[in-house]
């Protein structure tokens, strides 16, 4: 089994299901309302523990009832939350999220304890990133503190996986540090000053992307799939149709049954056809981590095709 370390965010999503997003200025009246256990960082721990990775999460959470539920939900999921920090002074992360008729969502995010990840919360989980076979981050805690946890991965010779995910640009030295970079369209574009439309558009920022220093590119391209530019092998692999009803966390599921499967040894082509798998299998579901599939269900869907 691989170990994996997540360091990200932790939030819970307030989700309303819309015909159509609201224009600025405008009220509209929605559909049902949800709540669930979101956040880029906790989706992508969750999805990868599920998915039957070894999982430690390092995170910030409010000492309030999101922040308990959250840690109740990981648990459930088998992550190991020892490094999940129970902040008295920010309350736990929250996303608004509307989801509209074609599946497509809008989300604002108030990171409350997120926002408090610290580079010492890092240096803290030494032990465990050391330990571990792959490191996956994102951007939606300080950047200081991502920028420290790819160095102390590098250091201890840990492969870094990093979703540059909202959108932002990276330093160099961040992107020189990371094994993989799995960017979807609009991060790629705002990555390299590059317009991602196509797979085409997406070799040549990838390639950009690989110039400054990232080893491995997949740039996820939702129902074109993705492409996987890496040192040795550059190939688009093929989304599956499903019928999406939401597609948020699609992108974390994806990421976070990547590191299980190159945890387990599988090339970047393999793992690709494996979060592909899992991910269409998500965006069936609403909710972020109330979608995340079975080991078992990604396993049947493979077999299927
Ligand atoms: O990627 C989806 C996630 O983005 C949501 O769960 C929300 O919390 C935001 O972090």
């Not at 009832?65 to 999921?77: I, P, Q, R």
Request: hydrophobic share 50%; charged share 20%; net charge negative.
């Amino acid at each position: 089994m691989g170990k994996i370390v997540v360091i990200g965010s932790a939030n819970t999503d307030l989700v309303v299901q819309v015909l159509r997003m609201p224009a600025p200025g405008e009220t509209i009246l929605g559909g049902k309302f949800m709540t669930a256990a979101g956040g880029k960082g906790a989706n992508q721990a969750v999805a990868a523990a599920r998915l039957g990775g070894k999982v430690t999460f390092v995170a910030r959470v409010g000492n309030d009832t999101f922040g308990e539920e959250s840690l109740a939900g990981y648990v459930a999921a088998g992550v190991d939350v020892r490094h999940v920090v129970r902040d008295a002074e920010a309350a736990s992360g929250v996303a608004l999220i509307c989801v509209d008729a074609a599946a497509e969502n809008s989300i604002v995010v108030a990171p409350g304890a997120n926002d408090r990840l610290s580079v010492e919360d890092v240096e803290r989980a030494e032990a465990e990133i050391a330990a571990a076979d792959f490191v996956v981050l994102q951007l939606e805690v300080p950047i200081s503190t991502v920028c420290r946890a790819a160095e102390v991965a590098q250091a201890h010779g840990v492969k870094v996986i990093l979703n540059p995910a909202p959108a932002a640009e990276v330093p160099d030295e961040l992107l020189r540090r990371c094994y993989l970079l799995t960017p979807n369209r609009n991060e790629c574009a705002r990555l390299t000053g590059l317009p991602v439309n196509n797979a085409a558009d997406a070799k040549h920022a990838a390639d950009a992307l690989r110039r400054r220093g990232v080893r491995n590119v997949v740039v996820t391209l939702g129902s074109e799939g993705s492409l996987i530019c890496g040192e040795t092998v550059c190939e688009r692999v093929a989304a599956r149709r499903v019928e999406a009803v939401d597609t948020t966390a699609a992108g974390d599921v994806y990421n976070g049954a990547l590191a299980v499967a190159l945890s387990e040894g599988r090339s970047l082509v393999e793992a690709a056809r494996f979060a592909t798998a899992a991910s269409a299998i998500a965006v069936t579901r609403m909710g972020a981590q109330t979608s995340v599939p079975t080991r078992a269900e990604v396993e049947a869907l493979l077999v299927e095709a």
